[in-house]
């Protein structure tokens, strides 16, 4: 469970984003609002990578400002345009991602199989399309055991074969470990390839769930 209080986020004593009560429960989670509505910010909030003043804890007992390193280390980001240090190879970052989150050996594997990355992953990110960045983007968001997923974006760049593929992956996440993934985008959830999915909207500085 995640709980934001009293959050508000600004950028030159402009206000974009506050929030003054919120809980989010395990599950799958449509983050849906306009571009600058504020769906990145509260993502990389979520994540600790962005500041903001106020709480978010998690499973009651994680303070992202208090125990800082024990929560980011269960908690897992993709962003929208990810952007790696390009001599390294996929399977080096991988590896680099690995002994930050204590995964487990070969957890990799079921991913880059799946996504159909195994002929490329040894490649400098260098050589990597759009598309291939994001696939290991989100590889790097599903390894270790995440408390909360957050996917910026998940969707953009991403081939169309791809998509149920993210999904059932989403889906195993969540039967298998009770996670919260949050995915964001601009446009209205479609398709039936996900279980339950409940959508907030972020409008107006403030976030709600559409009932």
């Not at 984003?17 to 395990?26: A, E, G, M």
């Not at 509260?42 to 007992?61: H, M, P, Q, V, Y």
């Not at 993709?78 to 190879?89: D, G, K, R, S």
């Amino acid at each position: 469970m995640l709980q934001i209080k009293n959050f508000r986020k600004s950028y030159n004593s402009h206000v974009v984003l506050q929030i003054d009560t919120f809980t989010i429960t395990p599950g799958i989670y449509w983050v849906r609002g306009s571009n600058g509505s504020g769906k990145s910010t509260f993502l990389k909030a979520l994540a600790g990578i962005t500041s903001f003043e106020g709480d978010i804890i998690l499973n009651e007992r994680l303070n992202i400002k208090k125990q800082s390193v024990a929560y980011r280390s269960v908690v897992n980001f993709a962003e929208a345009e990810p952007i790696f240090p390009e001599f390294l190879t996929g399977i080096e970052l991988i590896r680099l991602f690995k002994s930050a989150k204590n995964v487990s050996s070969h957890q990799e594997d079921f991913y880059l199989e799946s996504m159909h990355m195994t002929s490329y992953v040894n490649d400098p990110v260098s050589t990597y399309s759009s598309g291939m960045l994001k696939k290991l983007s989100l590889v790097l968001a599903f390894l270790g055991r995440p408390t909360c997923i957050l996917l910026d974006e998940p969707l953009t760049t991403l081939d169309v074969e791809s998509l149920p593929i993210l999904y059932s992956w989403i889906a195993r996440q969540c039967h298998q470990q009770e996670t919260i993934v949050l995915l964001s985008s601009h446009q209205a959830f479609e398709g039936g390839l996900l279980p339950t999915v409940q959508e907030i909207v972020v409008e107006h500085t403030t976030i709600r769930y559409n009932s």
